[in-house]
């Protein structure tokens, strides 16, 4: 199975700060990353897919990027409503495979 | 409106069988995929088994091969999980999700709320 690495577990960052997300692959997966954002209490909600493709209707300030091993999800301007724990999920090949989740905690 | 609508969770003793259920509504069910995804108390996400659009394709994580059953009926707009011999690490909040595709490059789009099952004696 392919495991999924996410850094940090958390973080801690101010409303309008950058933020950044990493995810590693052990083993290749070409570009077939998911990310998706959870809130407590409720379902996942997917933000990007295909490592960089914005799921509609989610807000331009979130990005993803990156292939094969690494990628990265990015909040280029930190909102009140991001706070939540975000998960890197492999498509790759079943099973499926999330990474730890990262929770973003207000600082 | 997309929907899906989980049922089925319950207290179980260990060693018992739940069957959970999923409703779909809202868009053409048997044009995708679909996956349960299991979140134990205070853990994060674990994908549990997915199906693809017409059933014929089939996969498990390795926690829950040959306990639990995925399959789907399409007339019906429904999916199902039976689940055997359970054991205290299922107990979870159990979520159905919309799969693009079961093979690469598939994303889960639309989840239910979820249905708890708790596995204790």
């Known amino acids: 199975d392919i495991q999924m690495t996410q850094s940090p577990s958390s973080l801690s960052a101010s409303v309008g700060n950058r933020v950044t997300i990493t995810c590693r692959a052990s083993?290749?997966?070409?570009?077939?990353l998911n990310w998706y954002q959870q809130k407590p209490g409720k379902a996942p909600n997917l933000v990007i897919y295909a490592a960089s493709s914005l799921q509609s209707g989610v807000p331009s300030r979130f990005s993803g990027s990156g292939s094969g091993t690494d990628f990265t999800l990015t909040i280029s301007s930190l909102q009140p409503e991001d706070f939540a724990t975000y998960y890197c999920q492999q498509s790759y090949s079943t099973p499926r495979t999330f990474g730890q989740g990262t929770k973003v905690e207000i600082k | 409106e997309v929907q899906l609508v989980e049922s089925g969770g319950g207290v179980v003793r260990p060693g018992g069988s739940l069957r959970l259920s999923c409703a779909a509504s809202?868009?053409?069910?048997?044009?995708?995929?679909m996956s349960w995804v299991r979140q134990a108390p205070g853990k994060g996400l674990e994908w549990v088994s997915g199906?693809?659009?017409?059933?014929?394709?089939?996969a498990y994580a390795d926690s829950v091969k040959g306990r639990f059953t995925i399959s789907r009926d399409n007339a019906k707009n429904s999916l199902f999980l039976q689940m055997i011999s359970l054991r205290a690490e299922d107990t979870a909040f159990y979520h159905c999700?919309?799969?693009?595709?079961?093979?690469?490059?598939?994303?889960?789009?639309?989840w239910g709320k979820g249905t708890t099952v708790t596995v204790s004696s």
């Open positions: 999700a919309r799969e693009t595709s079961l093979a690469a490059a598939g994303y889960m789009d639309v």
């Open positions: 083993q290749s997966i070409y570009r077939y």
């Open positions: 199906i693809n659009w017409n059933g014929g394709s089939t």
């Open positions: 809202g868009f053409t069910f048997d044009d995708y995929g």
